[in-house]
Every structure is written in C-alpha cells, then in structure tokens.
C-alpha cells in the first residue's frame, strides 16, 4: 500500500481559497489515478475530484465543478487541489485516495487505508 499524507487545510471566509496537497509514498504513484475526497460532520464521506496518471483526464462532484481544480506533480509523487470560491458546505476533512480508474474514484472505490486527512473550515 501506498501512505498518503494531505496538508494544506486551514479556515477561511466564504469566497476564500485554498490550495491542499497530498503526499504519496512509493514509486510507483505515478502509474496510478488519484482522488480527492471529503466528509463533513454526520455525512458520508463523498467524492470530489480525480485525476488520471498524467493528468489528461479529470473528474469533478457536481458541487464543485467550475470552482475547484485538481493537478499532480509525479515527479514529486504530489496531487493538488485548488479550491475557489469556497461555501460554508465545502467545510469538511478533506482525504486523498488511489484508484485503478478515474471512473472507478468517482465511485469512491479506493486501493489505500485512508490517511489522517486535512480540515477546511469555511466560515465567517
């Protein structure tokens, strides 16, 4: 298994930015999709975004198609995810996660234990 480390989590105001990023042990992180995902207090943990192994391809949630972007450094065995625009519903622990498809994390089915995750807080 791969371990997987987010960072980049903090508090902002509505319409606020930020950028999260997640870390990935092993080698061969490059050859595989990867997603983001986020559960706020009392839900299900959901699906936001993921992006295939060169970044050709991406996938948003409905919820948050046009304001936030997904990327990845491989080089540096990193994803991103830019988040603008953000609403007091994108408040949640926010996790990253493989998969054997784009397709296949838009349906959260993941390869990796989950790690710790990062908290977004968006409030005013």
């Known amino acids: 298994q791969v371990q997987l480390v987010e960072s980049g989590g903090g508090s902002v105001e509505p319409g606020g930015s930020l950028r999260l990023s997640c870390g990935a042990s092993?080698?061969?992180?490059?050859?595989?999709?990867m997603g983001w995902f986020r559960q706020a207090p009392g839900k299900e943990r959901e699906f936001v975004a993921a992006i295939n192994w060169d970044g050709s391809i991406t996938a948003f949630a409905d919820s948050v198609t046009g304001r936030f972007t997904i990327s990845r450094d491989n080089a540096k065995n990193t994803i991103f995810l830019q988040m603008n625009s953000l609403n007091p519903e994108d408040t949640a622990v926010y996790y990253c996660n493989r998969g054997g498809a784009v397709d296949h994390l838009r349906r959260s089915l993941v390869l990796d234990a989950w790690g710790q995750g990062t908290q977004v807080t968006v409030s005013s």
């Open positions: 092993g080698s061969t992180f490059i050859t595989y999709p």
